[in-house]
């Protein structure tokens, strides 16, 4: 089975400081989605990486998926309080990519930004 | 769009007792999907629906869980009898074409 594993695990930075969080896949990415989750509430959805060498940005935060490394990296510049949460990764677990189908998760990493 | 609505948002129980959760997803989705959050396991996907049809619930950890979707517009998981590993958040999810998986704010359950 396909697994995620996100690094680092835990981040903790000052306000106004960048930061990459990484999600590697065990197996061949069919597309990769990122998440964002506050404590106590379900997952928020960020962006979704269809191809390879696809990169999204939204406001202050970039993915980007490299198929060939079956690595995808959100990066966020200038982070701000409201940035802290979990951030997720998760990938369709068959061929038919993004359009359907169930995904897996990584175990995600948590954010703290200081103020 | 009222999103994905889940019920009960919190729920605890007694070890033994029947537990259901309940899913009201976004009407037009066609999958819908429960997930299970612990924190040493992360995000399980138990079991998910297309058209109303189970598709894969090779994720139910046992035959005490069970889940229905009667109708489009509603769907259910049953823990019969209710175990303390199983407490976790539970999540309902629908996903649409072209874009992610819209989730429900979760159902909290504690068995005690």
């Known amino acids: 089975s396909q697994e995620l594993e996100q690094s680092p695990q835990s981040l903790i930075v000052q306000e106004g400081k960048n930061l990459t969080i990484n999600c590697t896949s065990s197996k061949t990415l069919y597309g990769l989605y990122w998440y964002k989750q506050k404590y106590g509430e379900g997952l928020i959805f960020l962006m979704m990486l269809q191809k390879g060498g696809e990169e999204k940005s939204h406001e202050k935060i970039t993915a980007k998926l490299d198929e060939k490394k079956q690595q995808s990296s959100l990066h966020i510049t200038a982070s701000q309080p409201s940035h802290a949460g979990i951030y997720l990764c998760g990938a369709p677990t068959n061929a038919g990519g993004t359009s359907y189908g169930k995904l897996t998760f990584g175990q995600g990493t948590i954010l703290t930004v200081h103020p | ?112």
């Open chain 2, 1 to 112: 769009d009222a999103g994905v609505i889940q019920s009960p948002r919190h729920e605890v129980t007694e070890m033994g007792q029947e537990v259901t959760l309940r899913c009201k997803p976004i009407s037009g989705h066609n999958s819908l999907f429960w997930y299970r959050q612990t924190m040493m396991r992360g995000l399980e996907l138990l079991i998910y629906f297309n058209n109303n049809v189970p598709i894969d619930d090779s994720g139910m950890p046992e035959d005490r869980f069970s889940a229905k979707m009667p109708n489009a517009s509603f769907s259910t998981l049953k823990i019969q009898p209710s175990e303390p590993r199983d407490s976790a958040v539970y999540f309902c999810a629908v996903q649409g074409r072209n874009y992610g998986y819209t989730f429900g704010s979760g159902t909290r359950l504690t068995v005690v």
